[in-house]
């Protein structure tokens, strides 16, 4: 069987037949690893992201990422900090600067361009927009967002409520042009311990416009996935009530579980949760993480990759030897007695 890239990830989170597992990097890589590997001997031309990802044969998985606000919308004077602290700061100062015309936002033959590497076969293309914690936060700041919770309900839901009706125009006007393999939302919602709101205030705050938008992108067939850092055993419940089709990256540094997911949300598919902590010990350590995940994956509903970004004390050949293994245990995932149930696909 001969998929392209792209009929290959559909295939593999609808449960139907597929010649392996999709053989992904969902993220680029860190910049400081790309600097140790031109030091281990990486050819300089091999070093961009979409160049990488040929250079180890990879299916190529590109993102197209997009923001509602511009140019024009102010920048925080530090990490972490926000452009607006009240409702009369976002009025005045940010609401006018945000929600660009669609038609400004991509240069022209832009879909063209993704439908020709679609065509070509070797990517998997996908969509990105921030979240509904996550863009509050980049206006509020990291401090000032968790309090806006309860110092700004209304602020908080109506800055969303806008947010959400600019969103549906941009998913259709995106997707009538492009059927992207899937979306994600940048959430990053959990951290080591957990989530960082409770369950009332995800239902109460995030919820309402989770339910407006993500039945827009499942008309044009296209899978949603939440990209959330951190603990997010509770969270996975929460955004499958919403309608998510899966999560990643998975991170096993704070202890997920993927096998529980799968028992917990059987319609959810996973990317990610490899230890990425566990490749500098060489292939050995990475044979055994691969076995540690082989069961999941087994059940057709994980498509494994790097918990995140490869750390820059990863050298060259040991990435290569990651990937040799990533790419057999590929073949393994497709070789199962168990029963899958399949991730929703939207006709």
């Known amino acids: 069987m001969k998929l392209t890239a792209s009929e290959r990830f559909r295939r593999y989170l609808a449960g139907e037949e597929v010649d392996r597992m999709p053989v992904i990097e969902w993220a680029p890589w860190w910049n400081l690893t790309v600097e140790r590997w031109k030091s281990d001997g990486l050819p300089a031309e091999h070093a961009g992201y979409e160049a990488l990802q040929a250079y180890f044969g990879l299916d190529k998985c590109l993102q197209t990422s997009v923001s509602c606000k511009t140019a024009q919308t ?74 806006s919770f309860y110092d700004y309900p209304e602020l908080y839901k109506r800055i969303c409520n806008e947010y959400a009706d600019w969103l549906v125009g941009l998913f259709h006007y995106v997707f009538s042009r492009f059927r992207f393999d899937f ?14 709101i409770s369950r009332a205030a995800f239902d109460e705050f995030l919820a309402p416009f989770y339910r407006k938008v993500i039945p827009v992108i499942h008309e044009y067939g296209v899978p949603v ?13 929460w ?26 949300q059987p319609d959810m598919a996973f990317i990610g949760h490899f230890d990425k902590m566990c490749m500098k010990f060489g292939a050995d350590a990475i ?16 498509i494994a990759s790097v918990d ?40």
């Open 74 to 147: 102010p920048a925080p004077p530090g990490h972490g900090l926000g452009i607006m602290e009240e409702e009369d700061d976002y009025d005045n100062t940010v609401r006018p600067t945000l929600f660009p015309a669609y038609e400004t936002m991509f240069p022209a033959g832009f879909f063209d361009a993704l439908q020709a590497s679609r065509d070509r076969g070797d990517t998997i293309r996908f969509f990105t927009v921030e979240g509904f914690f996550w863009y509050p936060r980049t206006l509020f700041g990291i401090e000032n967002h968790l309090y």
């Open 183 to 196: 979306m994600s939302f940048a959430e990053d919602m959990s951290y080591n311990n957990g989530p960082m």
């Open 225 to 237: 996935f939440i990209d959330s850092d951190g603990d997010i055993t509770l969270a996975v419940d």
């Open 239 to 264: 955004y499958a009530d919403v309608g998510a089709d899966g999560m990643f990256p998975l991170e096993r540094q704070a202890g997920v579980d993927v096998s529980l997911y799968l028992d917990k």
């Open 287 to 302: 044979r055994a993480e691969f076995e540690r995940i082989l069961p999941s994956m087994q059940r057709g509903k994980v």
């Open 308 to 347: 995140h970004q490869t750390p820059p004390d990863v050298p060259l050949d040991t990435y290569r030897d990651y990937v040799a293994l990533l790419r057999e245990y590929a073949e393994m995932a497709t070789h199962k007695d168990t029963e899958i149930s399949a991730c929703p696909v939207y006709r």
